[in-house]
């Protein structure tokens, strides 16, 4: 979507500020987001984007000072979706991308991470995923990070009579200093007739709250393929 519509829907909804991302799907958009920031100043925050199963390769390297240092970016986008371009031989664990974290490291920048290999048995491979994410945190404790599309379970678990559980080993991930969570759960349970008024997923905001704290959480949209659920407004009620 053009910058223009995005602040539109900010205005009419009451959002001062929007994260912007770029998975790999959506093509390189490194000077477009810079362009955006340029346009509307302190309306956006940006996150750059590598190719993640090269991202510790120098000209990834320089790519990601780029975004950071010269396009304003603020934050690294890593979707482990990536890694299918080599077949999966890479994991967030692999020592091939220790370059990329410790450079993460040194640009005091967070990681919004989006694990979703969608490797057959899906569910099971989420929670796969997860483990690694918790051993990644172990190796660097110091780097602040988002887990985006948090409880993907909900969406993946569609029917199982567990389908609201909290993942110990997400709260393992919530329990570590500097980690937070994205939540949109009116996409998470998108088959719900009306997911912002869902009393289960109401449940989970309180047992989150409750448990960690509402500074370790953070609401997310997905605008604006939100709209394919719900209105951009009608997503900031849970």
Known sequence: SPAEYIVAQMD?????RAFLQHDRIYGYL???FAECLRRYPGRFVTGA????WKGGEPDQ???LKRQVKELGASALYFSTGGFFHNDFETGVNDESLRPLWELVGELGIPIHWSPCAMVRPIAQDYIRELRELNEWADAYPGITSVLTHGLSNIFLEKGSPDRYRIPPEIVSLLERDGWHMELMLHLMAADVEFPPYAEDLRNVVRTLVDDFGAESL????????VERTVTYKQSRIL
């Open 49 to 52: 984007q590598v190719d993640e």
């Open 218 to 225: 953070m609401w997310g949209s997905d605008m604006p393929c």
């Open 61 to 63: 390297l320089d790519r």
């Open 30 to 32: 490194d000077d477009f």
């Open 12 to 16: 009419y909804v009451g959002v001062d």
